[in-house]
């Protein structure tokens, strides 16, 4: 399925409906009296985040969204009935903004969360209100109150609590598939992930994190090179990196790790002071094991103290889970204080 991340659309909430003036026939009431009923009321436009939903895709080529309009009020005091809200269903994580101004309008972070996000129009009031002492007569009602048009921007931007990144094959896509449920495109060549991806990784008594598999990183992606910077955007929510390191495809680990932490520090600066680990990948392959105690050295000399796996044979993969895990849920308690 395709992966869609940004939309634009117009929503408009219903028009509310005429009020009615009529009068019935009854003797002795001069003209009958008035009986005339209210309009109806302009349905809604509600938001609500769907935890089913992972893309923005319906929305590609949908350019409207409209809710009910109230019906008009009618004789015999009979009110218009109101029109049908409309519900709008959007992928957790989903920002709203201005389509013009770029405002944010709203923050859809919680699973099943629902605003009312455009009001409906009121009813008019039918010519039965207005009678009084002085006034028993009155043909006067009031037409129903304009709905509210807006045209606005979702963004999505994935709610994981960690973040996988790395360059184009570092490992990123079969990690994910050994930890967790989810069934990325893997193969040996740069790019095979075109969309993220999110697993939901299990570590003991029922504890659980979500991982995002962001698409590979190059040199230059804050400035728009690679895919990268189409996705940089899904790390914004994360908890915790982990920058994967593949040590022998014949480029210095310690440089790729420090022009990854370059590229987030040029996208968003806060991404910077982000929680992070180093995970050297594919330690099966000889040439890594036989070199990770000198790129631990190395790593270690700049302050970083690595983790090494090898997601193709499961090897410290257990480990990896479980020290995510517990990192995960100190940040998320210090996110509490």
């Not at 209100?129 to 999505?156: D, I, K, M, S, Y």
């Not at 504890?207 to 992606?221: C, H, K, N, S, Y």
């Not at 982000?274 to 105690?293: G, I, L, Q």
Request: net charge negative; hydrophobic share 35%.
């Amino acid at each position: 399925m395709r992966f869609v991340d940004e939309a634009e659309i117009i929503l408009t909430s219903g028009r509310g409906g005429r009020g009615c003036s009529s009068f019935r026939r009854e003797k002795y009431v001069a003209k009958g009296g008035p009986n005339g009923g209210d309009g109806g009321h302009g349905g809604a436009i509600i938001l609500r985040a769907d935890h089913t939903l992972g893309s923005l895709l319906d929305f590609r080529h949908q350019k409207e969204i409209r809710a009910q309009k109230g019906e008009s009020g009618m004789g015999s005091n009979k009110h218009g009935k109101n029109g049908a809200s409309v519900t709008v269903h959007l992928p957790v994580g989903t920002l709203v903004r201005d389509a013009g101004t770029d405002e944010l309008l709203a923050d859809l972070v919680s699973e099943d969360e629902g605003i009312v996000f455009l009001k409906g129009g009121l009813g008019g009031r039918g010519n039965a209100r207005f009678a009084n002492a002085t006034n028993r007569t009155p043909t006067f009602c009031q037409p129903g109150e304009e709905g509210e048009t807006l045209r606005v921007r979702f963004e999505l931007k994935m709610m994981a609590d960690v973040g996988l990144l790395g360059f184009p094959n570092a490992g990123k896509s079969t990690l994910i598939s050994r930890i967790s449920a989810a069934t990325p495109k893997i193969a040996d060549y740069p790019f095979t992930t075109l969309v993220p991806n999110l697993g939901v990784v299990s570590w003991g008594d029922d504890r659980t994190f979500v991982v995002a598999d962001i698409p590979g990183l190059i040199e230059g992606a804050s400035d728009g090179a690679g895919l990268g910077i189409q996705f940089l955007k899904h790390v914004e929510r994360t908890r915790l990196l982990l920058h994967l390191v593949d040590p022998v495809d014949g480029r210095d680990p310690v440089e790729k790790y420090q022009v990854l932490r370059s590229e987030l520090t040029k996208f968003d600066a806060d991404l910077a002071k982000r929680t992070e680990r180093v995970v050297v990948t594919k330690m099966d392959v000889t040439e890594a094991r036989e070199d990770f105690e000198d790129v631990c050295r190395r790593f270690k000399e700049i302050g970083i103290e690595p983790w090494g796996i090898s997601a193709a044979t499961g090897d410290g993969i257990n480990e990896l889970v479980r020290r995510t895990g517990k990192l995960v849920q100190a940040l998320r308690e210090e996110e509490d204080q």
